[in-house]
């Protein structure tokens, strides 16, 4: 999918189903919970499910045999692991089959100014990443920062080499506004992505976030987004609608571990 679709273009559920990560990463969830749920996630040819990393295996023996993909996290959820734990992390999780990383910046480091250290930290993963196939994904963590320190955020991210800039973890307290998928998209270039996570339950709010040029939301409410979705399409109204539209500047109603 591109990074941004003209208002009105119609979209099917598939392509609902294209743009979901679906997060399994509260702390309790059993190892018989991510695999039913991977299963049944993957019938529906959902783009990747996002695990824990110990779950990374037990997740790509679930979805074997369908398109959905295994994504994981990288210094979850803080960001304050160092660049060498970082840096472990990532090649588990890719030796265990994960395509996908999504990586925590450090965030008491940008919030310090040290920008060149979160942007180095940023390019280890990256390295890593990158050298085995795999997307790697930059959780800013919105909620915590200000303006500038989104955007200083989104510059280092690019010039470290990531594929996405993601909103949030998820578990802050806050998760992905439209106001800051906007910023976050005029910051960047169209070399890099934008991924909303953290309060995208509902179809109409997945549709603003692509009018905004979301092109991955992180989610655990994958069946009501496709359930909308499929009401949507049988209505011939799943289309991308103008920017600014329905909802463009309320923030998610997200809490901890709120996707």
Not at 72 to 79: D, K, L, S
Not at 81 to 89: C, G, L, R, V
Not at 255 to 258: F, I, K, L, P
């Given at each position: 999918m591109p990074h941004t679709l003209t208002p009105g273009t119609a979209l099917t559920v598939q392509d609902v189903a294209d743009l979901i990560d679906h997060a399994l990463l509260k702390p309790e969830l059993t190892p018989a919970e991510v695999e039913a749920a991977g299963r049944e996630l993957a019938q529906d040819r959902i783009w990747s499910v996002c695990v824990r990393?110990?779950?990374?295996?037990?997740?790509?023996?679930?979805?074997?045999?369908?398109?959905?993909?295994?994504?994981?996290?990288?210094?979850?959820?803080?960001?304050?692991?160092?660049?060498?734990?970082?840096?472990?992390?990532?090649?588990?999780?890719?030796?265990?089959?994960?395509?996908?990383?999504?990586?925590?910046?450090?965030?008491g480091r940008l919030r310090g100014g040290d920008l060149e250290a979160v942007k180095q930290d940023i390019a280890a993963v990256v390295q890593v990443g990158h050298a085995a196939g795999a997307l790697v994904k930059v959780i800013l963590e919105t909620a915590l920062l200000d303006e500038e320190q989104k955007a200083a955020a989104c510059r280092v991210s690019e010039e470290a080499g990531a594929d996405f800039v993601k909103t949030s973890t998820g578990f802050a307290g806050g998760g992905a506004t439209l106001p800051d998928v906007r910023l976050m998209r005029a910051t960047i270039s169209d070399a890099v992505q934008v991924k909303a996570s953290g309060g995208v339950r509902d179809i109409d709010t997945l549709l603003a976030m692509v009018a905004e040029g979301v092109t991955r939301i992180g989610t655990s409410s994958t069946q009501a987004l496709l359930a909308g979705a499929r009401e949507r399409e049988q209505a011939g109204t799943l289309v991308v609608p103008q920017p600014g539209g329905a909802g463009a500047d309320t923030d998610a109603d997200t809490?901890?571990?709120?996707y």
């Open positions: 990393p110990s779950d990374v295996r037990l997740a790509l023996a679930a979805v074997d045999g369908s398109p959905t993909r295994v994504c994981t996290v990288i210094g979850f959820p803080h960001g304050t692991t160092s660049t060498a734990a970082k840096i472990a992390e990532s090649n588990q999780a890719i030796a265990d089959g994960a395509t996908e990383l999504d990586m925590v910046l450090n965030i809490g901890a571990q709120g």
